[in-house]
């Protein structure tokens, strides 16, 4: 019997994958949180045999919350369950800490399996991940240079690509724009760009747009 905490900023997300563990069984009960923040606070209180996490979630993302919830408690297992395709995020997810990444196009039984292995403390590695991660122990110079770029950074260039503004960005953020810009500037030069425009088509080809 799982102890489960599904963290979503959107209402709907968390009852539809709440109404998916309760069909699957198995499951003791299911708490919510729908920040960052949320999530590092209740993990403190209850002791869950796994965390459900979405990346993108306001003020603190789930990269951050992974990898604050990993100093915590180390040994919880957290899967990670995003909108966002495996090429931007799974690998970074693992290497903070992840047992597990999924998208949210994922057949709801896989959902259920991912959780039955980690919580046994194994990792889920889906087919298209396995890929990935075969193709990540190439030399540096064969990787892609979004590589290099931090999460903040991929977080910054993926709200950059979708048109949003600097200003846009900050309030997301919760920073400032001047440290929006600084951030801009870190990726144009590790990207070896100079324009929006460039950094639009480099996402593009690298399939970094939904």
Known sequence: MFRVLIADDHPIVRRGLKQILEDA???RSIDEAESGQEV????????????????SM??????ECLEAAKKLKPSLPILILSMYSEEEYAIRALK???SGY??????PE????????????ERYISPSLADLLAVSVLDDTERPLHESLSNREMQVLRMIVTGKSIKEIAGEMSRSPKTVSTFRSR????????????????AMKNNLID
């Open 25 to 27: 069984g198995n499951i």
């Open 40 to 55: 590092l606070d209740k993990i403190t209180k209850t002791n869950f045999d796994v965390v459900l996490l979405d990346i």
């Open 58 to 63: 306001p003020g603190m993302n789930g990269l």
């Open 96 to 98: 903070a800490g992840a």
């Open 102 to 107: 999924l998208t949210k196009k994922s057949a």
């Open 110 to 121: 896989e959902l259920t399996t991912a959780i039955r292995k980690i919580s046994r403390g």
């Open 187 to 202: 990726i144009l030069q590790k990207l070896k760009m100079k324009s929006n425009a460039q950094l639009i088509q480099y």
